[in-house]
């Protein structure tokens, strides 16, 4: 406040100053004893102007009508008394990797849904399987909804009872012919990012993928688990194999036909 002692935001807490005497710091005050010229902004001060201001209640509404105004198949947001809205969202699950599910478990009826009754927690048995690539799940969730509720949700409907941990939602989004894969944070809020880019799924659409391999907490794994990782990964890359050699394979074919039909032919 009196020296004008600038520095960075990340730096503060090492700074130490002898403020005993805060008079006579103005006068003392030198180039040298700054780490940004005198002219420059307070760092700290920028980096609070450029995070965005939440939007009003106002703007969330207009929003909102913006949105609904899109909508061509009754999936409309709706926006509370307290402030917050509530829409739909789709995820699609393009999942690699098996699922661990509960064995010998019926499915689920709207009994159940209703009364929010967890199959998975009947049985013991665990059984593995591949869930189809373009399985496509549609969610009704609130604007307080996160992205690890999402992915929790989603589990739930389709009684996975793998730890959520292995599991992470992206924003994919299309640009110039290109297709753009985002990692979400956890504490993201998927229906505020689908109300800002419209109802259309080509501008903005969500995708439950595995867990990055460098961030993947193994420990969340069970040894059985593990072991089948392992199985099913020597499976993919003896088929790797395969298809290089059958690649392979047909070049050296047309290769020999192509010398055989050259041979006797002048250079």
């Known amino acids: 406040a009196d020296c004008r002692y600038t520095c960075h935001q990340e730096c503060r807490s090492l700074i130490q100053l002898d403020c005993r005497q805060p008079g006579q710091c103005q006068s003392q005050l030198s180039p040298e004893s700054t780490l940004l010229p005198p002219c420059s902004q307070n760092v700290t001060q920028t980096v609070e102007e450029e995070k965005p201001e939440p939007p009003t209640l106002q703007e969330i509404k207009q929003k909102i ?8 198949n009754c999936l409309l947001m709706k926006l509370n008394d307290d402030g917050t809205y509530t829409g739909f969202i789709k995820v699609h699950l393009k999942l690699r990797r098996p699922v ?35 399985a496509v799940k549609q969610l009704h969730i609130s604007s ?4 690890s509720e999402v992915i929790q949700g989603l589990l739930k409907k389709f009684m996975v009872v793998d730890n959520p941990q292995k599991f992470a939602l992206f924003k994919e989004m299309r640009k110039d012919g290109q297709v753009l894969f985002q990692k979400l944070p956890l504490t993201e809020y998927p229906l505020y990012l689908r109300l800002l880019a419209g109802p259309d799924t080509d501008v903005l659409s969500f995708v439950l993928k595995e867990n990055e391999t460098g961030e993947v907490e193994w420990d969340a794994f069970s040894i059985p688990e593990l072991q089948n990782f392992l199985m099913i990964l020597d499976k993919e890359e003896k088929d790797k194999i395969q298809q290089v050699q059958r690649k392979y394979e047909k070049f050296k074919q047309r290769l020999q036909q192509t010398l055989k039909e050259a041979r006797g032919k002048p250079g």
């Open 65 to 72: 009508e913006k949105y609904n105004a899109k909508v061509t």
């Open 100 to 134: 661990t599910v509960p064995a010998g478990i019926r499915p689920q009826s709207i009994y159940d849904a209703l009364k929010e009754v967890n199959l998975a927690n009947m049985t013991d048995k665990r059984t593995s399987f591949y869930l189809p690539l373009d």
């Open 144 to 147: 307080t909804t996160t992205v």
